[in-house]
């Protein structure tokens, strides 16, 4: 009993400490701290520092459950990890990296530690990044569209980057308080979601914010979740539908009435179908330079060349046999929440998905903490169990 209280505790060391160089290393990449040379060297430290401890846990957590016996890994997760290792090798995308490690290593924690660990420090970041920009020591690209509204991205590299951190933060908040909310949490992440749209300007983040506190408010009614089940048909497979969705409309552009689609969605088919043009679809993705907002010139030279939506992103960047693996492991894991009748991250998951509709962010654990979720679906040896308070079982 002590050995196996001793190895728990090494290997939740393990992974919080890889968690929280990540964390650090992501969002000093994500901010102006990146235009300081020194800022950039110790990301690119605590990045690799985090990838080292992440692989470290994993090996030992496999041989433990090797010696326990553990079962074989079945080949759908050895498919899915080789597609992953093939598309690595073809696009060099550290996300690709970042998802596999962490999902692999965040077995045998249980999600609500994740959660909360991730939230005090990103707000932690938060605070630091808007101190650091209101006292002069760090710029913030302030970006705004000819007829529109100030954008200001307080210390991130572009607004959308603010309104994300938000996002993120206002779920969190609200999962892990889920069992005890009451007006004031109501008041206080309502109040969170202004605050980050007004300088941001997010208001596709802003809508899917108050869909969460609508989440939040109805997730028990007996009528959501018959209507959850009784819809499961098209939940399970709604990032695929989305992302057919959106393929069809890049595709059929500039067609009318899809060019008034494209201006409501601000251009992202137009840019979508052009970098299509430009770069076309690979099987297993390719190595893309893109360059959004912080490099972005006004007027006809600008040089902006972003794919905005998570699915027409992935296409390109992962190919298109990888986003087929991904789109069934994120159909994988609503199944497994329905089967622990979890309403409320279900819920999450189509607000996330619907997001991601229009923003880049589904892969970056550091912007979707739900995908540390996948851990219960994809981690190849079955050999530890976590009771409900997440402690895994490593005897």
Same mark, same amino acid.
């Given at each position: ?5 001793k190895k728990?505790?090494?290997f939740?060391g393990?992974f919080?400490?890889s ?5 650090l290393?992501?969002?000093i ?6 235009s300081i040379?020194?800022?950039l060297?110790?990301s ?6 985090a ?10 957590q496999?041989?433990l ?8 890994p ?6 899915f ?7 690595y090798y ?5 996300l690709i990296?970042?998802f596999?490690?962490?999902t692999?290593?965040a077995?045998g ?5 994740i959660a909360k ?10 605070a630091?990044?808007l101190?650091?920009?209101f006292?002069?020591f760090?710029?913030?690209v ?5 007829g ?9 590299n572009s607004?959308n980057c603010?309104?994300?951190?938000g ?8 999962y892990?308080r889920?069992?005890r ?9 309502g109040g ?9 300007q ?13 989440a939040l408010?109805l997730?028990r ?7 959850l089940h009784?819809l499961r /048909? !098209?939940i *399970?497979?709604?990032?695929a @539908?989305l992302?057919?969705?959106? +393929? $069809?409309l ?13 201006r409501?969605?601000t251009?992202r088919l ?7 043009d430009e ?18 010139t ?5 040089n902006y060349?972003y794919?905005?939506s998570s699915?027409?992103k992935a ?9 087929l ?5 994120f159909?994988?894991?609503?199944? /497994? !929440?329905y *089967?622990?009748?979890?309403? @409320?991250m279900?819920?999450?998951? +189509? $607000? ?8 880049s962010?589904w892969?970056?654990?550091?912007y ?5 979720l ?18 895994a079982?490593?005897?």
């Amino acid at each position: 009993m002590i050995k196996s209280i001793k190895k728990e505790r090494i290997f939740d060391g393990l992974f919080f400490l890889s968690l929280i160089l990540f964390l650090l290393s992501f969002m000093i990449e994500a901010t102006t701290f990146s235009s300081i040379p020194l800022f950039l060297r110790l990301s690119s430290y605590l990045r690799k520092g985090a990838w080292c401890l992440g692989a470290v846990k994993i090996l030992l957590q496999g041989i433990l459950e090797l010696q326990a016996g553990g079962k074989k890994p079945h080949w759908l997760h050895l498919a899915f990890f080789a597609v992953m290792g093939i598309c690595y090798y073809f696009c060099r995308s550290r996300l690709i990296l970042h998802f596999c490690i962490f999902t692999l290593a965040a077995k045998g924690i249980s999600f609500r530690r994740i959660a909360k660990c991730v939230l005090f420090l990103q707000s932690g970041i938060l605070a630091a990044t808007l101190l650091a920009y209101f006292t002069g020591f760090i710029s913030g690209v302030d970006y705004t569209p000819p007829g529109e509204a100030t954008c200001y991205s307080l210390g991130y590299n572009s607004p959308n980057c603010l309104m994300l951190v938000g996002f993120q933060l206002i779920l969190l908040y609200g999962y892990l308080r889920k069992e005890r909310l009451r007006p004031f949490d109501y008041l206080l992440m309502g109040g969170a979601a202004c605050l980050f749209y007004w300088p941001s300007q997010g208001r596709i983040g802003f809508a899917c914010a108050l869909l969460l506190l609508a989440a939040l408010a109805l997730y028990r009614k007996k009528w959501v979740q018959t209507a959850l089940h009784s819809l499961r /048909f !098209l939940i *399970k497979p709604f990032a695929a @539908l989305l992302c057919i969705g959106f +393929l $069809i409309l890049t595709f059929l552009y500039p067609r009318p009435p899809i060019d008034t689609i494209n201006r409501i969605t601000t251009n992202r088919l137009r840019l979508t179908s052009e970098a299509i043009d430009e770069f076309g679809i690979t099987p297993f993705g390719q190595p893309i330079h893109w360059i959004g907002q912080r490099g972005k010139t006004g007027g006809p030279d600008s040089n902006y060349n972003y794919v905005d939506s998570s699915y027409a992103k992935a296409l390109l960047d992962y190919g298109a046999i990888p986003l087929l693996f991904f789109l069934f492991a994120f159909y994988k894991q609503k199944d /497994f !929440l329905y *089967k622990r009748k979890d309403y @409320l991250m279900i819920l999450f998951l +189509l $607000i996330i998905e619907l997001y991601c509709f229009f923003e880049s962010f589904w892969i970056p654990p550091v912007y979707n903490t739900t995908v540390f979720l996948m851990k219960d679906i994809l981690y190849p040896l079955k050999g530890v169990n976590t009771d409900e308070s997440g402690r895994a079982d490593l005897s």
